[in-house]
């Protein structure tokens, strides 16, 4: 069993930054892709960030690319996004979210996911 606690979140001006902070349990992450996903009201959600565990390479959303950094402290075991030049539309729910162990591949899709965080809000005024 894994759990994930995400922590970060707040309210800032369009602008600003923030860095959204998931720490795991229960498994090392460095053995399991890992994602941020978020989701606004009204909405579904969505893919924002990737991880995968065996190279530590990164994959993004085209909505956040160049401002959004996933990066994993695996001392730490936790997992961060780190988001720059937030606008308004970045507000919403973000959820921290790790695969089967051993998995490859890029996964953007929610069932790629077995366990979730119970999410941070993120609210960007404008």
């Known amino acids: 069993q894994v759990q994930l606690a995400e922590s970060g979140g707040g309210l800032v001006q369009a602008g600003d930054s923030l860095r959204l902070s998931c720490a795991g349990s229960?498994?090392?992450?460095?053995?399991?892709?890992m994602g941020w996903f978020r989701q606004a009201p009204g909405k579904e959600r969505e893919f924002v960030a990737g991880?995968?565990?065996?190279?530590?390479?990164?994959y993004y959303a085209d909505s956040v690319k160049g401002r959004f950094t996933i990066s994993r402290d695996n001392a730490k075991n936790t997992v961060y996004l780190q988001m720059n030049s937030l606008k308004p539309e970045d507000t919403a729910v973000y959820y921290c979210?790790?695969?089967?162990?051993?998995?490859?591949?890029?996964?953007?899709?929610?069932?790629?996911?077995?366990?979730w965080g119970q999410g941070t809000q993120v609210t960007v005024s404008s």
């Open positions: 979210a790790a695969g089967n162990r051993y998995s490859v591949g890029a996964k953007r899709a929610v069932r790629d996911y077995e366990y």
């Open positions: 229960g498994r090392a992450l460095s053995t399991t892709p």
């Open positions: 991880i995968t565990w065996s190279t530590g390479s990164t």
